[in-house]
């Protein structure tokens, strides 16, 4: 079994027996042909992805207790909405006859995310990356869905909808936090630098660069909205 560098990597969430645990990406069922099969394996890994979110959220709450109340509040939503997609990844993977356990899974997020030692160092690249990006290619795939599976573009609408307020507080709160002190900044380029170093190894050839298109920065507070016309 592949080891990860435990200076980048915390320890593994607990999972029961029916679950075969992976490292890699490269590890992974990854398949390319789409007779149906393709999609319901992305339900099982994506739904333990939403897993690592409540779980990560969760984390964030137990280690940082002296953390700004509001910002407690936002990460305990958090955690609710990321309870919420766990039930709605399960259902769709369900119902598409799929059973818990039958794929293979990776927990590197839960892993490289609480191996930052700093809050805003996990909000910057929890929330305002790794679910940054996730809100990209969430768009991307609804396009799609939306011609095709109106089952998965609802439920992708509503994923949608909570993902992008995850990543508008965990800006909000970096920028917040900065502002308060501004060595907080530090601690911002440690977690990404530390994150720069691990995501590669998970990844390997398979790391994709995604832009964020304007209208999803707006909508998550990256760039300014635009001034309404007078
Ligand atoms: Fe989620
Ligand atoms: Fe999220």
Same mark, same amino acid.
């Given at each position: ?101 039958? %794929? ?41 869905? +939306? ?21 508008? %507080? ?10 308060? +002190?501004?060595?907080?900044?530090? +601690? ?25 298109? +304007? ?16």
């Amino acid at each position: 079994m592949i080891e990860l560098d435990r200076s980048l990597f915390a320890d593994p969430p607990a999972r029961d027996d029916r679950f075969e645990i992976k490292q890699v990406w490269s590890e992974m069922h990854n398949m390319w042909d789409d007779e149906g099969k393709m999609l319901v394996e992305f339900m099982h890994r994506q739904m333990n992805e939403e897993v690592n979110g409540l779980e990560i959220a969760a984390r964030n709450l137990t280690d940082f207790p002296d953390a700004p109340w509001e910002l407690r509040l936002a990460i305990a939503r958090q955690c609710w909405d990321e309870s919420r997609h766990v039930n709605a990844f399960r259902r769709c993977f369900e119902t598409r006859g799929g059973r818990v356990g039958e %794929y293979p899974i990776l927990n590197f997020e839960f892993r490289m995310i609480t191996a930052i030692p700093t809050l805003i160092g996990r909000l910057a690249v929890q929330n305002r990356s790794f679910e940054a990006a996730g809100i990209q290619a969430i768009r991307e795939a609804l396009e799609h869905a +939306d011609r095709y599976d109106p089952d998965v573009a609802a439920l992708l609408d509503a994923q949608l909808a909570d993902e992008i307020q995850h990543v508008r %507080y965990g800006n909000r709160w970096v920028e917040e936090l900065i502002a308060r +002190d501004p060595r907080n900044a530090i +601690d911002v380029v440690r977690g990404v630098s530390q994150a720069n170093r691990a995501f590669p190894m998970i990844a390997g050839d398979a790391a994709i660069h995604l832009n964020l298109d +304007d209208q999803i920065k707006r909508e998550v507070g990256l760039i300014d909205p635009i001034p309404a016309q007078t």
